[in-house]
């Protein structure tokens, strides 16, 4: 049975820790991640007794489970020691950001949006290992406080319409360029006897 179906019959022994702004940079989905990110350290049994809700971390055992809750405990309380700077991974980035995976991929490209590493995993149900960026939580949180994803959108479009304009003026060089060489081809030379020889009409 599920260690949280246990509550139902018994009084359960709980404790709360609060994750500041820093932490969460208020998204729901890095709270999902920092919820991953301390399951992963405690044994299986205890894993589904932790949660994030509300912008609190939660664990909820039975009372018959008062050893492995201070064990539990104990664990939670080491790992949060400096949650603030856990790399923030992309799903995370969209969300913070309100940005989209295409402008994820274009901001990273162009060094906008700075990397510090990568991290590989295997994913469950996937024969090959995912590689994929992760950020400075900081850095982060300096881009949502300075609201650059708008900048960078106003920019890009600025950006995308010259790049139009620039190609627009190449295509109408091309063609004119095109129509001028036409316009200077030499005039084709008769061969030499050709008005003789048209003249006794031997063509018709």
């Known amino acids: 049975m599920d260690a949280r179906e246990n509550l139902k019959t018994s009084e359960p022994l709980t404790a709360t820790w609060p994750l500041s702004p820093s ?10 991640g920092i919820e991953r990110e301390i399951r992963a350290k405690l044994p299986l049994a205890a894993r589904k007794c932790v949660t994030v809700e509300a912008g609190n971390l939660v664990l909820l055992m039975p009372e018959t489970e008062s050893d492995a809750f201070e064990t539990a405990s104990l664990t939670i309380f080491k790992s949060l020691e400096g949650i603030d700077e856990l790399p923030v991974i992309p799903r995370e980035v969209e969300d913070i950001l ?10 990273i490209k162009d060094g906008r949006l700075r990397s510090i590493g990568t991290r590989t995993v295997k994913l469950r149900g996937r024969s090959k290992a995912v590689t994929f960026h992760v950020f400075d939580p900081r850095h982060i949180e300096d881009i949502l406080d300075s609201d ?31 129509a001028q060489s036409k316009e200077k081809l030499p005039r084709q030379q ?7 020889f048209d003249d006794e009409g031997l063509l018709r």
């Open 23 to 32: 932490a969460t940079l208020g998204s729901s989905v890095r709270g999902k």
């Open 98 to 107: 309100t940005i989209s995976s295409r402008e994820r991929h274009k901001w």
């Open 148 to 178: 650059f994803p708008s900048v960078w959108r106003e920019q890009d479009a600025l950006d995308a319409a010259e790049n139009r304009r620039r190609a627009a003026g190449k295509a109408a060089r091309t063609r004119a360029s095109k």
């Open 190 to 196: 008769d061969l030499d006897g050709w008005d003789a």
